[in-house]
């Protein structure tokens, strides 16, 4: 059986604002937030944009959606993890804050923001799962507790798993510290010598006594080493490094597996939503912006993987060439593909166009 997708049309340059009202009048005419009962705890996943990035789904939309979510008298709010990467996303204030400047704040979506993961990523839930790499995944936990979950992803291309939209905000962007650091890493972390001031914040802090101190330089020992990812976060020089070593099939893969872990403990109570405008070569993480594909629109379901075929089919068409022409040549379609191999989602859709 095919598994629907809605699809809002969009014009080109349409405004942040038009688009917003037509999302409006396509939830309520398909009554699509019907799964979400009083008083449930609803979680909006999805990314606020690094520093100089504009390509984020707008703030705007949360508003709406929020309202809308508490006429139902549930209790939405904004949510994301901390990223591997150091930045302005790698810790809870700075994130916060960024978010903020991007619009995020109370005064402009009516939603408190909280971050899944807690004040430095390494608040997890373990999720079992059927994978073939993993029996269980480790997640946010707030991802995992809330009773319902909205994942409102923009759709781009890249660098390391070809697009990005539901499965790799649901992947990769749900996980927590440990479970992002599996998925882009075979190796443990390691001191960049020349960076380390022997502060000595990472010994303090590793959860098994992983690391000591040798003449004045961090040392981790990789047997005992469980790969928290802890030392990354609170090394204030950018002394820790990892490998980001896996390849483009197997961290798709991974992503795959740990988005499923997310639907997997959010049977019947998940609505995914794409937006697929100010599409980009690069996702938000990266700063700057250039459009590569003319803006489509927005599409829904309750299914991430239906989701995620049908969209870049349609940035494909709307392209006239594939995604790798456009933006990072490698196995983009692995993500669908897999899913479909391991039995997670359906990548079999029928559109479903809301005039
Ligand atoms: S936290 Fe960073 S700078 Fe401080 S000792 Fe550890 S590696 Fe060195
Ligand atoms: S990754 Fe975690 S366990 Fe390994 S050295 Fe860093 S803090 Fe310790």
Redesign the pocket.
Known sequence: MKEKVYFIPGVDNESDESLCAKLEKAIMANNLFSFVQANDMVAFKTHFGEEKTQGYVRPLNFKMMGDLLKQRRALPFLTDTATLYSGMRNQAISHIELAQRHGFGFERTGLPLIMADGLTGDEELEVPIPGRLYSKVKIASLIVKTQALVVVSHFTGHLASGFGAALKNMGMGCASRRGK?VQHSTA??SVKKKKCTACGA?VK????Q??TMVENVAQ?DKV?????????TVCRFDA?GYNWSETYEQLQRKIVEHAWGVAVSKKDKALYINFLNRISKDCDCMGGYKKIVPDIGVLISFDAVALDAASLDLVEKRAGKPLTALAYDIPHRMQIDYAREIGFGNPDYQIVEIP
Request: proline content about 10%; some cysteine; aromatic content about 4%.
């Open positions: 650091l443990t972390p990472c802090w590793c959860p098994v992983a690391i981790i005992i080493c469980i790969g928290c990812g802890q030392c990354l820790i």
